[in-house]
C-alpha cells in the first residue's frame, strides 16, 4: 500500500522511502503481535508503557551511582 502511494508522488528528498520504511516496519510488528482488529488495544498498550516504564526505571537507577 504505502508503495502504491509514494509511487504517486514525487520525491527526491526520500521521504516516500521512509514512509515506506516505517509503515513496512509498523505492519511487521503489528503482524508479529498477531494483532487483530477485532480484539481490545488496551491491554496490550497497557503492557507495552509498562514495560516501558519498568526500562527506564532500571536505567535511572544503573545511571545513578
Do not use: C, Q, Y
Not at 41 to 59: F, N, Q
Amino acid at each position: 500500500m504505502a508503495w502504491l502511494v509514494a509511487a504517486d508522488i514525487d520525491d527526491d528528498s526520500g521521504m516516500m522511502r521512509d514512509l515506506v520504511g516505517n509503515v513496512t516496519i509498523a505492519f511487521t510488528v503489528l503482524s508479529l503481535s498477531r494483532f487483530h482488529p477485532e480484539e481490545p488495544i488496551e491491554p496490550k498498550r497497557k503492557a507495552v508503557h509498562d514495560a516501558i516504564d519498568a526500562l527506564e526505571k532500571a536505567t535511572v537507577k544503573a545511571t545513578s551511582h
